[in-house]
């Protein structure tokens, strides 16, 4: 396998086989997150396509530090883009729509926080939030959050129960909502 | 706050929040098998020293309780401990037919041989024959055969003499020997160690950091992805144009700042690093925190003037230097490279009767030119006269509708990156200048 920095070097250089390294290496990881969030192979597979037109496009200028999170992350936000694209009401509960549903417990009124108040200051109140969980919480909340693995991976990876991570999400889904509404209006 | 916001500002998490999770993959879980495995080999090796253990324990305890069934009735001249515990039982046969101590009984005064359980001492007299009942090794403690006194202590039974083996009612008798606790123990623990020690090295420990070789969480660059942003996805734009917000960088000596929303047209060129983004919201909740973005220069414009920022990872956006000074128009020009950056939809003439308007980019340019030896200079334009107006659109600035006016008193006025510059000429050469415009069209 090539190495991510000689990867995107041939990005930087305007060279195709950067695709097909980027497939060869990174393919099924992108293909298990999109098939998380849209549970459809076919859908999948074109957010992957996606991905990676996406990543040339934005190669140069980007000189990702870490390729696999730059290109999960590209995933991420084009599965969910297709994933809200499509009739609601046809969607099966692919691992996205399971955590959706259980971050709607981190939900609360508007009149808690300024309304203008949006994602920057959120994304950074969950990054203050995380920091101060130890690793395992952390590396448990941002697999089923972030890359929407199944509780079932999470537990495989991470070496414990399926209930114990249950348990964990649940927990820190409660912390969450309190600090989310803590920091609202607390200057940081 | 709803779900899908929550959702979405997860996924502009730093990528050393990223990190960790992302290295584990599917060879964890195997590991995890091998740990199994190391705990249940340890597992059996522990079952396997308990069991020789207790065979060398309890098998000889057992061979001996056989014979000590046999001791209830004691053969001729065998001597008999008072107690029969495991420390005082006698371990030789004794050496001559007639005992060399004995505890005579306080009724017959005959030899009793009393074997009591270490954790029950007999009290015949209070319990009376019931015990026997109760008792699984009832069989093994002799009656007494009258009036029972109190039983000679442990301490005062005298030490046993060591016996002889010649004496023919040991002949047969299987030699015990008393257990070395010391040695059992020592084995014992050197059996459990290694596999102790290698389980627990094996074992993912709860709250032990996991480190990975080559992740170095605060060495990563920023990334970003400038692409179209779904509306239903991103917001950034709305946030960045909200007037209660402000978003500011230190670069050198200058303190850029945000103005517009992502950049349409501008081409980020080299990336500077990353750099704090102060962001504050002063008017509604007073927030104020810190983010770290990629900083890159501008295609075409000078890092002096403007720079690029990546806030979240699908856009980018411009930031103007506050305390930028240029020397003179040309420059100005230079530096943020107007004729490519902006076009001119049209030069106006308000003195004229009849304001005429014209829309050659180049030529425009071409007049516009002709200052370019103005300095920068401040000035009221409150007591001038405008007498050109020329109207510019920028998609890479992000603006349009803005104008530049030439005054009759040689000043030129720019309105760019969030302020007011005017550069001052000769009021001659406006004259002339004017004249040329006028001409030129």
């Known amino acids: 396998m090539m190495q991510d920095e000689a990867i995107v070097e041939l990005y930087w250089q305007r060279d195709e086989r950067a695709i097909n390294e980027t497939e060869m290496k990174y393919g099924k990881y992108l293909l298990k997150i999109a098939e998380n969030i849209l549970l459809n192979r076919e859908d999948s597979q074109e957010c992957v396509n996606d991905t990676y037109l996406k990543a040339w496009n934005l190669m140069p200028p980007n000189r990702p530090g870490v390729l696999s999170v730059f290109l999960k992350r590209i995933t991420r936000f084009v599965s969910i883009d297709k994933f809200r694209r499509r009739n609601t009401s046809r969607q099966k509960a692919s691992e996205y729509t399971i955590a959706l549903e259980e971050l709607r417990e981190c939900e609360y009124a508007e009149d808690s926080m300024d309304a203008h108040v949006d994602q920057m200051y959120v994304t950074e109140c969950i990054r203050r939030y995380l920091n101060t969980l130890p690793m395992e919480k952390k590396n448990i909340f941002v697999g089923r959050y972030f890359y929407m693995d199944s509780v079932k991976d999470i537990a495989g990876k991470m070496h414990l129960s399926e209930s114990n991570v249950k348990v964990q999400l649940y927990r820190m889904r409660q912390d969450l909502k309190a600090y989310l509404m803590k920091e609202g209006g607390i200057e940081l | ?441």
């Open chain 2, 1 to 441: 706050m709803k779900a899908e916001m929550i959702m979405d500002a997860i996924g502009y998490l730093d990528e050393e929040l990223l990190l960790d999770y992302d290295h584990l993959d599917g060879t964890e879980k195997k590991k995890k098998y091998f740990v199994y495995i190391g705990w249940a080999a340890a597992a059996a090796c522990l079952c396997l020293v308990i069991t020789l253990a207790a065979f060398q324990l309890f098998g000889r305890n057992g061979g001996e309780g056989g014979t000590l069934a046999k001791k209830e009735t004691p053969a001729p001249g065998r001597t008999e401990a008072p107690y029969s515990t495991e420390s005082s039982r006698p371990t030789e046969p004794a050496a001559s037919g007639k005992p060399q101590t004995e505890i005579p009984s306080p009724v017959t005064g005959s030899p009793a041989p009393l074997i009591v359980p270490e954790s029950r001492p007999q009290n015949p007299q209070t319990e009376g024959p019931g015990i026997q009942d109760r008792n699984p090794d009832s069989e093994r403690i002799p009656q007494p055969t009258g009036t029972i006194g109190t039983q000679a202590p442990a301490t005062e039974a005298p030490e046993p003499t060591p016996p002889q083996t010649d004496h023919p009612s040991y002949a047969t008798a299987q030699p015990t020997q008393k257990p070395d606790w010391e040695s059992m123990w020592t084995t014992f623990v050197a059996m459990i160690r290694p596999e102790m020690g290698g389980g627990l090295d094996g074992y993912p420990m709860a709250g032990r950091p996991t480190e990975y070789p080559g992740s170095r969480p605060g060495d990563v660059t920023n990334e970003s992805v400038p692409t179209e942003t779904p509306d239903e996805l991103v917001s950034e734009e709305y946030f960045m144009q909200n007037s209660n917000w402000s978003f500011t960088l230190n670069y050198g000596s200058g303190l850029y700042v945000v103005r517009n929303g992502p950049l349409a047209d501008a081409e980020p060129d080299q990336p500077l690093g990353m750099m704090p983004l102060h962001i504050r919201e002063t008017e509604v909740k007073h927030l104020n925190f810190t983010r770290m973005v990629q900083v890159y220069t501008v295609k075409n414009i000078a890092k002096e003037a403007a720079l690029a920022i990546q806030i979240d990872p699908w856009n980018y956006y411009l930031v103007y230097n506050l305390s930028y000074q240029p020397k003179d128009m040309a420059s100005f020009m230079q530096d943020l490279c107007l004729r490519k950056t902006v076009q001119m939809l049209g030069i106006e003439f308000p003195d004229a009767e009849n304001p005429r308007y014209f829309s050659d980019n180049d030529k425009n340019w071409d007049v516009l030119y002709a200052y370019d030896g103005a300095v920068l200079e401040s000035f009221d334009e409150a007591y001038s006269h405008c007498s050109v107006r020329i109207e510019l659109t920028s998609s890479v600035y992000g603006f349009s509708g803005m104008t530049v006016s030439l005054y009759s008193d040689g000043y030129v006025k720019w309105q760019m990156l969030g302020k007011i510059f005017f550069f001052r000429t000769d009021p001659a050469l406006a004259e002339q200048l004017k004249a040329l415009y006028e001409n030129a069209y």
